[in-house]
């Protein structure tokens, strides 16, 4: 049952803070309180959906009490903050089903000669850098990406001049046979799109610039009237847009970006996920309203927790709604390399897996055409999932938070009476790595503790900020290779956990390893041959009938590893975790979970870091999850290593490295993206806990650096602009100095600290 307010006010309820606009409460669900934990809202609450049948009223308010049109979904029972009986509130839909991936129904939008939406491929694109005016090498640009295989690409349009060039490049390319639909990315210009709309195929808008000013990050009061006649605004300069996108047949991206929402929506919703779905609403209703409906949405972000967040709120409203627009995916600003693939994976992945999504573009600072690999093998990782339909049987979903991040902190190892070793530390609170070891890297023991990277002293390890937590044995070494043994031992004594499974442990015995069972082992009481102290690992798969599951209740766990064999292919590791999960939940089990995944030998180290991204980090946006432990022969130590950090810096639980975000670059780029980043990289990569933005225009770039702690932007041609947060405090600096400025800046803030020396 739900609740909507009828005081009509369209904004904003002050009484229970209720969202009237979408017909949603918000995740941040201040005026009710949640009377059940059981069901997961306990400081935070989902959300609920609202369908009318009669009226209530009360001392300040109506409320129109409906039923539930969600059939199936979970119900929460909320109590008023003020006074009055429980409220009980069905959880929002987002996605077509919970334990598999079943794709989004879509309409089909259509832009020029190719179709996106779910009766169709998951699109695919990326953005020109050169400068738009430069009509030969753009051209070239397009016509190499449209070879590496992409569906669309985006030119950056910021003025008259290169409105004109867009002719000329459209031309240029029809006469050199390459049809593959232009879209012009538009701030701040509306005469600009109305141009443009003549000759490429899609408009991409930003609702938080297209018809506002450049947002202040004021807090500013608005009353309705104001907020009123900023809306009749919208639709006065956006709506002749809509007519010529009409009257063209092309298509159109609101594409709402965290970080540059406008003052008005970010006074009212702050700068959050629902801040972006009322943005973007706002341009969808007057579509709407002028029958247009070729249009996709986008809510990108350079944070995949907040992107997911975002996406999920957009499709939830759009289910309430009964729209059924596409989605093109990002996670913006995402970086290079890895990590720029990594927090792609993971918030991209983590959609595609929930069965939304219809285009996507993997954004990173290098050249387009590399945008494009990354992006296929997401693409197949989502068509795999989805043809599939990779899942788990039926599951009742109760704990799990959708629009809000709400961490399951399993309980970390504590000391035992009795124990010989410190166990306290074979875990991190802020997520674990585990790596697999084998008996050859034991025959150098140095080596190894570098590999792990401990710091050496004399030859001793000790543990580091990014020093790997556990291990898992792949063989014991026999119990005369004394050397060996040591060399474990000195891991033991500095608390790193040592993981040997059953049958190795039984016959070669490593004094004080933590030992992984499987719930056969446990269920045949094959374990009980080890000494009562002994610390066991748990291997799950997470689809295991609920009876297998029960001994759980009955043992003393120190981790759950919990994997799937790779090969699975119509059982889905996100959806078989999210059922063990929930298992654990409803019994009070907070075994702490490693998600294990081993990939099979030869695997492309690109498809392993989308797959770990796109599966553990799945999972770990959501909160779930206390480490990773990926094995996979034949790959480097180092490479699996830095790619584990890497997803869980990626999901914001652990910082071992600075954090960057760094724009792709486009045609309005001021400096040389890729080499600047490389230089600034090289110099400051090591102060975890810091994030730096390299944007390369001021246009969006101090929109768009989101979260980052200092900034450096483009400013004019040669010249850069520093940030520290949203304010600038340093103009116009010669770019040769300005790696120097950045840096002092840094130390200004109390947030350097020396590189560590070599060792
Ligand atoms: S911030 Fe970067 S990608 Fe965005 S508009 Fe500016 S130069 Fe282009």
């Given at each position: 049952?739900?609740?909507?307010?009828?005081?009509?006010?369209?904004?904003?309820?002050?009484?229970f803070n209720l969202d009237m606009a979408t017909g949603t409460f918000p995740a941040s669900f201040s005026g009710l309180k949640s009377r059940d934990y059981q069901l997961g809202f306990a400081a935070n609450?989902?959300?609920?959906?609202?369908?009318?049948?009669?009226?209530?009223?009360?001392?300040?308010?109506?409320?129109?009490?409906?039923?539930?049109?969600?059939?199936?979904?979970?119900?929460?029972?909320?109590?008023?903050?003020?006074?009055?009986?429980?409220?009980?509130?069905?959880?929002?839909?987002?996605?077509?089903?919970?334990?598999?991936?079943?794709?989004?129904?879509?309409?089909?939008?259509?832009?020029?000669?190719?179709?996106?939406?779910?009766?169709?491929?998951?699109?695919?694109?990326?953005?020109?850098?050169?400068?738009?005016?430069?009509?030969?090498?753009?051209?070239?640009?397009?016509?190499?990406?449209?070879?590496?295989?992409?569906?669309?690409?985006?030119?950056?349009?910021?003025?008259?001049?290169?409105?004109?060039?867009?002719?000329?490049?459209?031309?240029?390319?029809?006469?050199?046979?390459?049809?593959?639909?232009?879209?012009?990315?538009?701030?701040?210009?509306?005469?600009?799109?109305?141009?443009?709309?003549?000759?490429?195929?899609?408009?991409?808008?930003?609702?938080?610039?297209?018809?506002?000013?450049?947002?202040?990050?004021?807090?500013?009061?608005?009353?309705?009237?104001?907020?009123?006649?900023?809306?009749?605004?919208?639709?006065?300069?956006?709506?002749?847009?809509?007519?010529?996108?009409?009257?063209?047949?092309?298509?159109?991206?609101?594409?709402?970006?965290?970080?540059?929402?406008?003052?008005?929506?970010?006074?009212?919703?702050?700068?959050?996920?629902?801040?972006?779905?009322?943005?973007?609403?706002?341009?969808?209703?007057?579509?709407?309203?002028?029958?247009?409906?070729?249009?996709?949405?986008?809510?990108?972000?350079?944070?995949?927790?907040?992107?997911?967040?975002?996406?999920?709120?957009?499709?939830?409203?759009?289910?309430?709604?009964?729209?059924?627009?596409?989605?093109?995916?990002?996670?913006?600003?995402?970086?290079?390399?890895?990590?720029?693939?990594?927090?792609?994976?993971?918030?991209?992945?983590?959609?595609?897996?929930?069965?939304?999504?219809?285009?996507?573009?993997?954004?990173?600072?290098?050249?387009?055409?590399?945008?494009?690999?990354?992006?296929?093998?997401?693409?197949?990782?989502?068509?795999?999932?989805?043809?599939?339909?990779?899942?788990?049987?039926?599951?009742?979903?109760?704990?799990?938070?959708?629009?809000?991040?709400?961490?399951?902190?399993?309980?970390?190892?504590?000391?035992?009476?009795?124990?010989?070793?410190?166990y306290r530390g074979v875990l991190h609170r802020d997520g674990s790595v585990l790596m697999s070891v084998s008996l050859d890297q034991l025959k150098t023991?140095?080596?190894?503790?570098?590999?792990?990277?401990?710091?050496?002293?004399?030859?001793?390890?000790?543990?580091?900020?990014?020093?790997?937590?556990?291990?898992?044995?792949?063989?014991?070494?026999?119990?005369?290779?004394?050397?060996?043994?040591?060399?474990?031992?000195?891991?033991?004594?500095?608390?790193?956990?040592?993981?040997?499974?059953?049958?190795?442990?039984?016959?070669?015995?490593?004094?004080?390893?933590?030992?992984?069972?499987?719930?056969?082992?446990?269920?045949?009481?094959?374990?009980?041959?080890?000494?009562?102290?002994?610390?066991?690992?748990?291997?799950?798969?997470?689809?295991?009938?609920?009876?297998?599951?029960?001994?759980?209740?009955?043992?003393?766990?120190?981790?759950?590893?919990?994997?799937?064999?790779?090969?699975?292919?119509?059982?889905?590791?996100?959806?078989?975790?999210?059922?063990?999960?929930?298992?654990?939940?409803?019994?009070?089990?907070?075994?702490?979970?490693?998600?294990?995944?081993?990939?099979?030998?030869?695997?492309?180290?690109?498809?392993?870091?989308?797959?770990?991204?796109?599966?553990?980090?799945?999972?770990?946006?959501?909160?779930?999850?206390?480490?990773?432990?990926?094995?996979?022969?034949?790959?480097?130590?180092?490479?699996?290593?830095?790619?584990?950090?890497?997803?869980?810096?990626?999901?914001?639980?652990?910082?071992?490295?600075?954090?960057?975000?760094?724009?792709?670059?486009?045609?309005?780029?001021?400096?040389?993206?890729?080499?600047?980043?490389?230089?600034?990289?090289?110099?400051?990569?090591?102060?975890?806990?810091?994030?730096?933005?390299?944007?390369?225009?001021?246009?969006?770039?101090?929109?768009?650096?989101?979260?980052?702690?200092?900034?450096?932007?483009?400013?004019?041609?040669?010249?850069?602009?520093?940030?520290?947060?949203?304010?600038?405090?340093?103009?116009?600096?010669?770019?040769?100095?300005?790696?120097?400025?950045?840096?002092?800046?840094?130390?200004?803030?109390?947030?350097?600290?020396?590189?560590?020396?070599?060792?």
């Amino acid at each position: 049952m739900n609740f909507q307010c009828a005081c009509q006010n369209y904004f904003r309820c002050s009484y229970f803070n209720l969202d009237m606009a979408t017909g949603t409460f918000p995740a941040s669900f201040s005026g009710l309180k949640s009377r059940d934990y059981q069901l997961g809202f306990a400081a935070n609450v989902d959300i609920g959906k609202f369908s009318y049948t009669r009226r209530v009223i009360s001392p300040r308010m109506k409320f129109v009490v409906i039923k539930n049109s969600n059939q199936g979904s979970d119900i929460a029972e909320l109590q008023p903050a003020s006074s009055g009986g429980p409220l009980l509130v069905p959880r929002q839909k987002y996605c077509d089903s919970l334990n598999k991936t079943v794709r989004r129904k879509t309409r089909t939008v259509m832009v020029g000669n190719v179709a996106i939406g779910s009766d169709h491929p998951l699109r695919i694109q990326t953005m020109t850098t050169t400068d738009t005016k430069d009509v030969a090498a753009t051209v070239a640009q397009v016509m190499g990406i449209a070879d590496s295989g992409a569906d669309i690409v985006r030119i950056t349009v910021q003025g008259k001049k290169e409105a004109d060039a867009c002719f000329e490049i459209k031309n240029s390319l029809v006469q050199k046979n390459y049809n593959i639909p232009l879209v012009a990315d538009i701030h701040f210009a509306p005469s600009v799109a109305l141009r443009v709309a003549e000759c490429f195929e899609k408009i991409r808008v930003n609702p938080g610039n297209f018809a506002d000013r450049r947002a202040q990050f004021e807090k500013l009061e608005y009353t309705e009237e104001d907020y009123q006649k900023e809306l009749e605004h919208i639709e006065a300069v956006f709506a002749p847009l809509v007519e010529k996108c009409k009257q063209y047949g092309r298509a159109m991206r609101i594409g709402t970006n965290h970080g540059s929402l406008s003052d008005r929506i970010m006074s009212y919703y702050g700068d959050s996920p629902r801040g972006m779905v009322e943005s973007a609403f706002e341009f969808a209703r007057v579509c709407r309203r002028l029958d247009y409906h070729n249009f996709v949405f986008s809510m990108k972000a350079s944070n995949p927790v907040v992107m997911v967040q975002a996406y999920r709120l957009l499709v939830a409203e759009m289910y309430v709604q009964g729209w059924d627009y596409p989605l093109h995916l990002g996670v913006t600003e995402a970086g290079e390399g890895e990590d720029g693939r990594m927090k792609s994976a993971i918030g991209i992945g983590t959609l595609l897996q929930d069965g939304l999504g219809d285009t996507i573009r993997v954004s990173l600072t290098e050249p387009p055409e590399e945008e494009i690999d990354p992006c296929r093998r997401l693409a197949n990782l989502g068509k795999r999932a989805a043809e599939f339909q990779q899942g788990v049987t039926p599951f009742e979903e109760k704990h799990r938070h959708y629009f809000d991040f709400q961490r399951r902190s399993g309980q970390l190892p504590i000391q035992k009476e009795g124990d010989e070793v410190d166990y306290r530390g074979v875990l991190h609170r802020d997520g674990s790595v585990l790596m697999s070891v084998s008996l050859d890297q034991l025959k150098t023991p140095e080596l190894l503790y570098k590999s792990l990277a401990a710091k050496l002293v004399v030859g001793m390890p000790f543990k580091d900020l990014a020093t790997v937590d556990s291990i898992l044995l792949t063989e014991l070494p026999p119990v005369d290779d004394i050397d060996a043994r040591l060399a474990l031992k000195r891991l033991i004594d500095i608390s790193m956990g040592v993981i040997a499974r059953l049958s190795e442990q039984l016959t070669k015995p490593l004094p004080n390893a933590i030992v992984l069972v499987n719930l056969k082992e446990l269920s045949t009481g094959a374990y009980k041959l080890l000494p009562e102290i002994t610390r066991l690992a748990v291997s799950v798969r997470g689809d295991e009938p609920y009876e297998e599951l029960e001994i759980l209740k009955d043992i003393d766990v120190t981790m759950i590893l919990h994997g799937l064999p790779y090969s699975e292919v119509k059982i889905s590791r996100l959806h078989a975790a999210r059922r063990l999960f929930e298992y654990l939940a409803d019994h009070a089990l907070n075994f702490p979970v490693i998600h294990h995944i081993q990939f099979p030998t030869g695997m492309h180290r690109d498809d392993l870091v989308i797959f770990a991204g796109a599966n553990a980090g799945a999972l770990l946006v959501d909160g779930l999850g206390d480490g990773i432990l990926l094995e996979a022969l034949g790959h480097d130590f180092d490479f699996l290593r830095n790619t584990s950090f890497n997803l869980l810096q990626g999901c914001r639980m652990r910082n071992t490295k600075t954090e960057y975000v760094s724009c792709p670059s486009c045609g309005r780029t001021l400096f040389d993206l890729q080499d600047i980043s490389a230089k600034i990289r090289e110099k400051t990569s090591h102060l975890p806990g810091v994030s730096i933005a390299i944007m390369g225009c001021i246009v969006n770039g101090p929109g768009e650096m989101a979260d980052a702690d200092f900034g450096y932007v483009g400013g004019a041609p040669g010249k850069i602009d520093l940030y520290v947060g949203k304010t600038v405090v340093k103009r116009g600096i010669a770019m040769e100095h300005a790696t120097d400025a950045l840096i002092q800046l840094i130390k200004d803030n109390g947030r350097w600290v020396d590189p560590p020396a070599e060792e």
